[in-house]
């Protein structure tokens, strides 16, 4: 019998002070407010991959109006027919693939636990009148319903007529704001192979979505509740996870919080697990699993991973090492005592790349480039959720811009930091940076539909990855070019801390922007979220000409002088350059003259207006002018058309024409007999 | 004397790539002219982008490849026949290249004293002779040599796919890894028969079957010996690309003296590349020469 009980363990370590240099000065929460309890017990099956669940769920109404009913999410019915929200949505993107075994959760028993209910009966089972299923008006599934707040609510149908994951229980009476009600539950899973971040592959269990989880009650007295669609995630409320967990002993476990309880009884392996002020639980069990452990920056965190992965997993622990302190200092503490970081087996990498409160997937394969920067990415992606997810826990599916997005931004921020600008991939001499990447995908589909919706409001995967990953973190990176990267992570870390243990929605991240940075910034990055903002800054007319004595007939003095064209002047150069600001999004840029003395000067344009001609007299003739010569406006729909020359241009492409003639040649000699 | 009669000018142990540069150099200019053909519209493309910058294709190479990723989008239908281009030039290397690495083997099966001019035109005209041949025997030794590693990579997934229950994934594949380098070293070591073979054309003008057939025996002869002397050129001729690939990460974008140098030592790659293949095609004339 081994027990780890003890209240350090079990704390969040919000009162730790934050370390020197950190960004925005305002306290986080300490604590979560406590919505709903899970007390629960997880049996595991390993042979037929199903686990026996039961417990008890302690709600307590914190909104405004009394609860008549229950909304309860059984998230793994997405992968139970194909008739499951999830599975109707063919839009692409993860979890496209039909599982090769279907996966669902039963349940056995719901029922209401209350002495003084008016009936008189301690316990009242609701799971008989609970509706599983319900009609859409059209049989189709049809969006949520996003209230002006960005809530999705519950008004109208909108779930399939099959699909099973968002489950209305009426109440057989009213829970009054403020009330508790203890909820008892029984349940069995039965695991899909392994699909879009939950299930088995051979003795590796994935276990996420697993249990009956209760919807977020608003406020407002409105549930926040959805079925489980193929592109959004979740939304839950705060409260505290106790879980036990029973595997064959010969498993290895990890799971959410903090180990509190280990024993090993009859050939099997029970664990406890305890964890304040979070929102969910996960866990994974599989008897192939090695270790790592290290203490990072206060946190105790934990590495399972595959055997034959040590290096991999080192290279995961150094982004971590990176990336655990920096969080902290930049967006608020990390709030809890533990960390599992989960790299699951190459056959299960479709469990990889998820987050969960204290524990993470990452993902790559073993034999992973050193130069391509994959797994430090995922992991410190996935690291990042901790933040924009785990303790500040927006709606998923209304404002997937907040968890992704942001991100996104902390994942391309920490990994510039880090690594620099070969942040992406660093093989022969080619140098490429996570943020460029992102800057040209978030391009790609600008036009096409709004980055701030809601998650299944997207036309495809593709254009939910563009938009919601890589054109938030582009536009975040050039306000931090622009306008100071204190500035955006002081923006940032207000609303980080601010909402930490909170719900909050874009509004109030628009709002910690035009606090710290001010209303311009806040209206630009609206835009660009709500509006489809773009821009484009262009050279479009440049020229230069030696000065000359203005021609035509003057009357001077009395006489009058005719002066003809090309009339000497006094030796100056006279050039003027007209640039562009297309697109409705602003950011003040620089522009870069270069004479052909070899000087240069550089011109503000605060790019207020949509255009502006430059004109500059000297003694040099003028070669060229670039807009936003220090790439700081990376969203800048196109690059090639930011300079230009009097002459048209008169380089030619030296270094191209050598690096390709190398490599054709060496291609050549692989090739050739 | 060879079996069609014409008399080898170099007894064997004169058949040295070191003995004639202008082989060395003369396969190197047919590979430069090729690999500058194919990437002229390619710098054509770059220059009609980035010519009016002025950093110029700079603007490509700096760090973090902003302008290169951003190029590659905007451009991506210019870059499809630029590709293509590229493609056909490659193919037309693996055809024609027959041709001067024909023409340079018989330059060293010739005297060093004789006029260059005229070495150079009696051995076009020889390997012009040759290709039948030596176009056979490209096409048996590139179908075997396909066929062992397309062998050694179905058994390396059989290999992985049996163990990985057992051992995991990367345990298994890299077991399936070491499986398919004995298909790889198999499918060098034909490599190397293909070469002797194409040594026996030159230096007896056969037909390509039995060339093959006495390439086959002089390598059974001493397996080892043979194939450790062109292994040990193949890897002498990775260790400069390697190496090479470091100092251009270093200049990056930078133009002037430094992309000079760059190219200089490129070329150093590419000529240090040609000699070592030149001198193990020699070595396997003075082995076909040798053997019984």
């Not at chain 1, 503000?604 to 070669?623: M, N, Q, Y």
Request: proline share 5%.
């Amino acid at each position: 019998l081994g027990v780890f009980a003890d209240a350090g363990v079990l704390g969040v370590a919000g009162a730790r002070e934050p370390p020197v240099g950190a960004v925005g000065n305002e306290t986080p929460a300490a604590h979560a407010e406590d919505v709903v309890d899970y007390v629960l017990r997880a049996t595991l099956d390993p042979t037929t991959h199903i686990i026996h669940g039961d417990g008890t769920i302690t709600w307590r109404n914190k909104s405004i109006a009394p609860a008549q009913e229950l909304w309860i999410h059984l998230y793994l019915n997405a992968f139970k027919n194909q008739l499951s929200a999830f599975m109707r949505e063919h839009i692409g993107g993860r979890g496209s693939s039909t599982p090769e075994e279907w996966g669902w959760i039963d349940v056995r028993r719901l029922a209401l636990r209350r002495a003084d209910s008016p009936d008189g009966a301690p316990v009242i089972d609701l799971w008989p009148r609970a509706e599983l299923r319900r009609e859409a008006p059209d049989g189709q599934v049809t969006a949520d319903p996003v209230d002006a707040s960005g809530i999705a609510s519950d008004a109208g149908g909108h779930a399939a007529d099959e699909d099973e994951t968002d489950v209305r229980v009426p109440l057989p009476y009213a829970i009054a704001p403020g009330q508790e009600v203890v909820l008892e539950v029984a349940f069995d899973d039965k695991l899909p192979q392994v699909v879009e971040r939950t299930g088995y592959h051979g003795s590796f269990h994935m276990v996420g979505q697993w249990f009956p989880k209760l919807a977020r009650l608003e406020p407002n007295g409105r549930w926040a509740h959805f079925p489980f669609h193929h592109l959004s995630e979740f939304y839950a409320d705060f409260g505290t996870y106790d879980v036990t967990l029973d595997v064959p002993a010969a498993f290895t476990v990890g799971a959410t919080g903090a180990l509190v309880e280990s024993r090993v009884a009859d050939g099997r392996r029970i664990e406890r697990f305890v964890q304040h002020d979070v929102h969910d639980f996960a866990w994974t069990a599989w008897d192939r699993y090695r270790s790592a452990h290290e203490n990072i920056d206060g946190v105790a965190v934990t590495l399972l991973y595959p055997p034959g992965y040590a290096r991999l997993a080192g290279r995961e622990l150094a982004a971590l090492r990176f990336a655990l302190p920096y969080f902290s200092s930049r967006y608020g503490r990390y709030p809890y005592d533990v960390l599992t970081v989960v790299h699951p087996p190459h056959d299960a990498a479709e469990a990889g790349g998820m987050e969960y409160p204290t524990l993470i997937t990452t993902g790559g394969a073993w034999w992973a480039l050193p130069g391509v920067l994959g797994p430090e990415i995922v992991t410190v992606h996935e690291l990042g959720h901790q933040w924009f997810y785990g303790t500040i826990a927006t709606n998923e599916l209304a404002w997937p811009v907040l968890d992704e997005g942001l991100t996104e931004y902390a994942e391309v921020d920490a990994m510039a930091k880090w690594r620099g600008e070969a942040s992406l991939f660093d093989i022969g001499g080619l140098e490429l940076s996570d943020v460029a990447a992102e800057a040209v995908g978030g391009n790609m589909a600008v036009h096409d539909e709004p980055v701030a919706q809601p998650a299944n409001a997207f036309s495809s995967g593709a254009a939910y990855g563009r938009l919601v990953y890589a054109r938030t973190a582009s536009l975040l990176e050039t306000c931090a070019r622009v306008y100071g990267d204190e500035a955006v992570a002081r923006a940032v870390g207000t609303y980080a801390r601010r909402y930490r243990f909170g719900h909050p929605n874009p509004e109030q991240l628009v709002g910690a922007f035009a606090e710290v940075m001010g209303p311009e910034v806040a209206a630009t990055l609206r835009s660009a979220l709500f509006d489809k903002g773009w821009v484009d800054y262009a050279v479009d007319e440049i020229s230069t000409h030696k000065a000359e004595r203005p021609a035509g007939v003057f009357d001077r003095d009395g006489k009058r002088e005719t002066v003809g064209p090309g009339t000497g002047g006094d030796g100056r150069w006279e050039s003027a350059v007209l640039v562009r600001r297309r697109g409705n999004l602003s950011f003040p840029v620089d522009v870069e003259l270069t004479f052909g003395d070899g000087s240069t000067k550089r011109e503000r344009w605060d790019a207020v207006e949509e255009w502006k001609r430059f004109e500059h007299s000297g003694p040099a003739e003028l070669r060229a002018a670039v807009v936003d010569p220090d790439d700081r406006v990376i969203v800048d729909m196109n690059r090639a058309n930011n300079f230009g020359r009097p002459d048209g241009g008169v380089a030619w492409a030296p270094r191209t024409l050598e690096r390709a003639t190398y490599w054709i040649q060496l291609a050549i000699q692989a090739l050739s007999p | 004397v060879s079996e069609a009669g014409d008399s080898l000018g170099q007894a064997p142990d004169g058949m040295r790539a070191r003995r004639h540069p202008w082989a060395i150099l003369g396969l190197w200019g047919w590979q430069t002219a090729l690999a500058l053909g194919a990437s002229w519209p390619t710098a054509s493309l770059i220059h009609a982008v980035f010519g009016a910058s002025p950093r110029g294709d700079a603007e490509l190479w700096v760090p973090g490849g902003h302008a290169l990723l951003d190029f590659l989008w905007h451009d991506a239908h210019a870059l499809a026949p630029v590709t293509s281009t590229a493609k056909a030039v490659l193919l037309a290397a693996a055809i024609l290249g027959l041709l001067p690495m024909a023409a340079s083997m018989f330059a060293m099966t010739d005297d060093v004293g004789e006029r260059r001019a005229f070495v150079l035109l009696r051995s076009i005209s020889r390997a012009l002779r040759a290709m039948p041949a030596l176009l056979l025997l490209l096409v048996i030794a590139s179908a075997a040599q396909a066929g062992s590693v397309g062998l050694g990579w179905l058994v390396a997934k059989g290999v992985d796919m049996w163990f990985s229950e057992a051992l995991g994934d990367a345990r298994a594949q890299r077991i399936g890894l070491a499986v398919a380098l004995v298909f790889v070293l198999a499918a060098s070591g034909l490599g190397v028969v293909h070469d002797l073979a194409r040594a026996v054309v030159v230096c007896s003008r056969t037909r390509a079957l039995r060339a093959l057939v006495r390439g086959a025996r002089a390598f059974a002869s001493s397996p080892l010996s043979i194939w450790w002397s062109w292994a040990w050129r193949a890897l002498a001729a990775l260790a400069p690309v390697v190496a090479i690939a470091a100092v251009a990460s270093r200049i990056g974008g930078r133009g002037g003296f430094a992309l000079v140098a760059l190219a200089v030592l490129h070329q150093g790659v590419v000529l240090a590349r040609v000699a070592l293949h030149l001198s193990w095609l020699a070595k396997a004339m003075r082995v076909v020469q040798r053997a019984p």
